[in-house]
């Protein structure tokens, strides 16, 4: 928390600083890449006892990816709701050890907060979320999945639960020649399709303003003259760059 | 169209995916170069792409005949539209992020 909370005060006294991004830079990025290993743990460990495996969890993991984890609990919530339940918080356990439950839940009424936070404090690694676009007649199908993510086929992840599931906050952008469109949902299976009928658009890109702790592939249908296409159709369109997804810029 | 924090995303996801395999560097670099060409002028894209060229230097560094082409790669892209004059001069009209940028450009 000190760590995420140590860019609060150049937001308010040094605007221009932008130390908001640069939480990016300084702990997402690098904290991905450690805790793509096996070898990672939870931020939440349990049964701890000896100073030795205490002192082993001063880690990036505990302050990097413990900040991304609670910068992407604000961007959810938004700052006002993370702040006032952060004071709740702290007023309700001055000067004992607090129970953060009610904290979570506060930060969102309209689901299981505990649980939903607890799904990224105690696990390690984190997601890949894997989207498919296929397109049929006019309409749109956008095939969700997700899986653990380790950076190589070479490390062993023998000691990793398979089936393990993450609640995904899942926030999309889609846009078009004459429609833009949203999703926002919490992906908490393997897979899930978001049928958008009557409806087709020129690109997506998901995990907007990068607020989830995760990493996103695109996969496009074989036939990919039919997305070409739809982007060479787009009459606004001044650059777009064309990979294994359907992305633009500018 | 694209926040800041989309194009940091970008550049992360297409780094880690190719450097699993999942994808080829040619999508991490053509992501790269349209950022470029399109005026990088904000301090995290750098220091995203530095990040990850850096963690790749370290492979880089034992392939036969790659390094300089490695090496290159990274200078034309940090010199397009500038050169190492303008790199290393503060003016009166940078700020907090230009002044950053810089530093990193001079560091990589």
Redesign the interface.
């Known amino acids: 928390m000190a760590t995420w909370l140590s860019f609060k005060p150049f937001g308010v006294y040094?605007q221009?600083?932008?130390m908001d991004?640069?939480a990016?830079?300084e702990d997402?990025?690098?904290v991905?890449?450690d805790d793509?290993k096996p070898s990672s743990h939870p931020i939440v460990v349990q049964n701890v006892s000896s100073a030795s495996a205490i002192t082993s969890l001063f880690d990036s993991i505990t302050y990097s990816k413990g900040a991304s984890i609670l910068r992407m609990l604000e961007k959810i919530a938004g700052s006002d709701r993370f702040q006032q339940g952060l004071r709740e918080y702290l007023r309700e356990n001055a000067f004992a050890a607090g129970d953060p439950t009610s904290f979570y839940n506060a930060l969102f009424p309209d689901r299981a907060g505990a649980e939903f936070v607890r799904n990224w404090l105690e696990e390690q690694n984190y997601p890949l979320l894997t989207v498919k676009v296929t397109l049929e007649n006019d309409s749109t199908a956008i095939h969700f999945s997700q899986s653990r993510?380790?950076?190589?086929?070479a490390l062993d992840p023998s000691g990793l639960d398979p089936n393990y599931r993450w609640k995904i906050p899942v926030l999309c952008n889609l846009?078009g020649p004459s429609a833009t469109k949203t999703i926002d949902f919490t992906l908490e299976t393997e897979h899930e399709i978001q049928d958008l009928d009557h409806e087709t658009f020129s690109w997506i890109?998901c995990?907007?303003?990068?607020?989830g702790f995760f990493?996103?592939?695109y996969l496009l249908p074989s036939d990919w003259s039919s997305f070409s296409s739809i982007i060479s159709n787009q009459p606004n369109v001044t650059?777009f760059?064309f990979?294994?997804k359907i992305?633009?810029?500018? | 169209?694209?926040?800041?924090?989309?194009k940091?995303?970008?550049l992360?996801?297409?780094f880690?995916?190719a450097?699993?395999?999942?994808?080829d560097y040619s999508?991490t670099l053509?992501?790269l170069r349209?950022?470029v060409n399109?005026k990088m002028d904000?301090?995290?894209l750098w220091?995203?792409f530095e990040?990850h060229w850096e963690?790749l230097g370290e492979i880089v560094d034992y392939l036969p005949n790659t390094i300089d082409k490695f090496r290159q790669f990274a200078i034309d892209q940090i010199l397009l539209g500038t050169n190492l004059d303008e790199i290393l001069t503060i003016t009166s009209t940078d700020?907090?992020?230009t002044k950053y940028k810089k530093k990193r450009m001079f560091f990589s």
């Not at chain 2, 169209?1 to 989309?6: A, I, R, S, Y």
């Not at chain 2, 450097?19 to 994808?23: E, H, Q």
């Open positions: 040094y221009d600083w932008n991004l640069q990016l830079t997402a990025v690098p991905m890449w793509a993510f380790i950076i190589s086929d846009g890109k995990n907007q303003n990068f607020q990493i996103t592939n650059k760059l990979v294994e992305i633009l810029f500018d | 169209m694209f926040t800041n924090e989309d940091v995303n970008l992360q996801d297409t880690l995916l450097y699993k395999g999942s994808i999508e053509a992501i349209s950022l399109s904000q301090y995290v220091r995203t990040w963690n700020n907090h992020n």
